[in-house]
């Protein structure tokens, strides 16, 4: 939920002034750099934190691709992309997944509503996303 949120903000920074493209990546850095230290505390071994965290942006630009072509494209490809990316080794009902694509395009849409200064002031919110049931790992 972090890279979706995540994801929202930074979209809707594109196509904005250089100082939105600057606070995009200073965005991007802290989560990075959070992910990193939340690694550490986890006990995750200095040599192999960097790999991780590569990794994790690996993904972590994948999802923004495939976001990004979810919210222009139909036929359900948002919630392919939900499904791979969001809920990954856990099975989601056909309903969960069109409740993540609705609170998803609604979100982009709200936060492109915001005027360009509200959001580069830190004023952002979020609906609450919707209630989802518990999750039920995948069958093999």
């Known amino acids: ?3 979706l949120h995540a994801f929202l903000f930074l979209h809707r920074l594109k196509g904005e002034t250089a100082r939105a493209a600057e606070l995009g990546q200073r965005v991007f850095d802290a989560m990075f750099a959070d992910f990193d230290r939340s690694l550490r505390e ?3 071994g200095d040599l192999s934190v960097g790999r991780q965290v590569k990794r994790m942006a690996q993904a972590f630009y994948g999802r923004i691709d495939a976001y990004e072509r979810g919210l222009t ?27 993540m694509a609705r609170y998803l395009r609604r979100e982009a849409r709200r936060l ?29």
């Open 73 to 99: 494209a139909g036929d359900g490809v948002l919630e392919h992309a939900l499904a791979r990316n969001l809920f990954g080794t856990v099975s989601a009902e056909e309903a969960t997944l069109d409740a």
């Open 1 to 3: 939920m972090i890279c």
């Open 112 to 140: 492109g509503e915001q005027p360009i200064a509200r959001l580069m002031a830190g004023e952002i919110s979020f609906d609450d996303p919707p209630v989802l049931p518990a999750r039920q790992a995948a069958s093999a």
């Open 42 to 44: 986890m006990g995750t």
